[in-house]
Every structure is written in C-alpha cells, then in structure tokens.
C-alpha cells in the first residue's frame, strides 16, 4: 500500500536489543494530502530508519507501507511498519 502526504512529526529514536543484536526504531507521522486528511504513524524500523532520518518535517513524500499485527497476552497489536519513504 502506498499514500502520499506531508511529514508532521518525527518520534524520539528507540533502541534496544534482541536475540538478533540491536535494533532502533521511531515513528514518522504523515498528513495525507486528502480533502479530509489523516495522519497516519508509520514505524521505521532498522534500515527503514536510516532512510525515513534523510527527510525533514514539512517535506511532501510518497510512503510504501505494510501493516502487521501479533497477539500478545490474548490482546492484538498493530503496526504500520514503513517499507519506503521518498520525496514527491
């Protein structure tokens, strides 16, 4: 799936470390550029970091993503993981 909009806002940087070594992660929040806009929440994670931290707020940006979902503890989880970010 793929939407086109405005980067709003950035989340501060995560890390941590996992049974594969360490791991970092943040957030990149885009406004569609739709009649009614939305923000969406995308999780740029490892790889996906190094590229979502070459854009700035307020540039416009086309965005590939997925969406995945786990069950943890009888409750389920969503993340909208960002698979590629690039200027319009």
């Known amino acids: ?3 086109i909009g405005k980067i709003v806002e950035f989340t501060a940087p995560e890390t941590g470390t996992s049974d594969k070594g360490t791991w970092k992660r943040r957030q990149v929040i885009v406004k569609t550029l739709d009649q009614n806009p939305v923000q969406i929440a995308f999780t740029a994670i490892g790889a996906r970091y190094d590229e979502a931290e070459k854009h ?8 590939r993503f997925g969406v995945s979902s786990r069950k943890v503890n009888d409750r389920w989880f969503s993340d909208i993981l960002l698979w590629e970010i690039k200027e319009v």
Do not use: F, K, S, W
């Open 1 to 3: 799936m793929e939407i």
């Open 56 to 63: 700035v707020i307020g540039e416009i940006v086309r965005v």
